[in-house]
């Protein structure tokens, strides 16, 4: 069967879904009830002709035939993804609006997706636990690759700049830095970002949430990703070792840093001039000398500074 003839095959589909008035409805009803005697009945009437699956409706014939044809007629306005039936385009929009409708019971995590809240839930239930530190895994799938972040392991390649990631979904996120979108939008202000994760820890800003306590002390903190580091302060743990020299870190990512101080890479370069430096933070600040930007404000007077150390010491004349 040709492309077109499939597509002429759905829209058959399409135009032969019923939708039933409630005078049909009861008619149907009672259709139904006066063969709900007949001892043999086709309990899936609605067949697929390219593979032969059978369904109980019409629409669901219609979604399945879909993944023969590749139609996918449900589109995102904000950004490029489609989708064959209207459920998963709805479940997809939930990703922009950082809509979390879904909270787990037993701790104050919540999430856009019943699946991704069921997942969660095996957490408290059955736990994968790492080898090389404390934390613990609701599958293997997923401690597998955070075993990736001790071992150095990035087996996922961008083709456009060689950049290595330990898993998938950091290589797709990455990709949107070469293609400038920004898909995940902020309903609350006009800023847009790369991954719904980073979204979702921006909408704290606007709500001030901080639901991640530190058992140690009186400090809590927007994601559990920051309260995991801050831990690290408590514990003493370094397990990452410069192999040029003494020094250990908490982070792989202090490590990667550092180990610029050895071979004097510097990766990040102003597009203004010829200043060029090892560490993004360090671009930002020199970034300020072009615009002029005072971006750190005293809230009990008027002065603004350039970075947030000179803000620190200026509040002192205040105390």
């Not at 950082?98 to 909270?103: F, L, R, S, W």
């Not at 998938?168 to 070469?178: C, E, F, P, Q, V």
């Not at 820890?201 to 709500?207: C, E, M, N």
Request: proline share 3%; with cysteine.
């Amino acid at each position: 069967m040709s492309l077109v003839d499939l597509q002429t095959y759905v829209r058959h589909l399409s135009k032969s879904i019923v939708i039933l008035t409630p005078f049909y409805r009861e008619k149907k009803e009672a259709e139904d009830h006066q063969t709900s005697d007949i001892s043999v009945k086709n309990e899936n009437p609605f067949s697929c002709v390219l593979c032969m699956k059978s369904f109980t409706q019409s629409e669901d014939l219609m979604i399945h035939v879909r993944s023969h044809t590749g139609e996918k007629p449900y589109s995102c306005n904000l950004c490029t993804k489609s989708y064959s039936c209207r459920k998963s385009f709805r479940m997809h929009i939930k990703t922009h609006t950082g809509e979390n409708y879904y909270h787990c019971s037993q701790c104050t995590e919540s999430f856009s997706q019943s699946i991704y809240l069921k997942k969660h839930l095996r957490a408290h239930k059955e736990s994968f636990n790492c080898m090389h530190c404390t934390k613990s895994f609701n599958g293997s799938a997923v401690l597998k690759a955070h075993i990736r972040s001790h071992t150095g392991e990035k087996p996922f390649s961008c083709d456009q700049c060689n950049k290595t990631f330990t898993n998938a979904r950091g290589l797709r996120n990455h990709m949107n830095t070469h293609t400038g979108q920004k898909p995940y939008k902020c309903s609350q202000c006009t800023k847009s970002f790369n991954t719904p994760f980073e979204l979702h820890a921006h909408i704290t800003v606007h709500t001030g949430e901080k639901p991640h306590s530190c058992p140690h002390c009186t400090k809590s903190f927007s994601q559990s990703s920051i309260l995991w580091r801050h831990l690290k302060v408590h514990t003493g743990e370094k397990r990452h070792q410069c192999d040029k020299c003494e020094k250990s870190f908490a982070r792989l990512d202090d490590l990667n840093r550092h180990t610029r101080v050895h071979t004097g890479e510097k990766p990040f370069s102003c597009s203004l001039c010829s200043y060029s430096c090892s560490q993004r933070s360090y671009i930002k600040k020199h970034f300020r000398i072009h615009t002029g930007g005072n971006p750190f404000s005293c809230s009990l007077c008027e002065c603004s500074f350039k970075n947030a150390s000179h803000l620190t010491k200026h509040l002192k004349v205040h105390t």
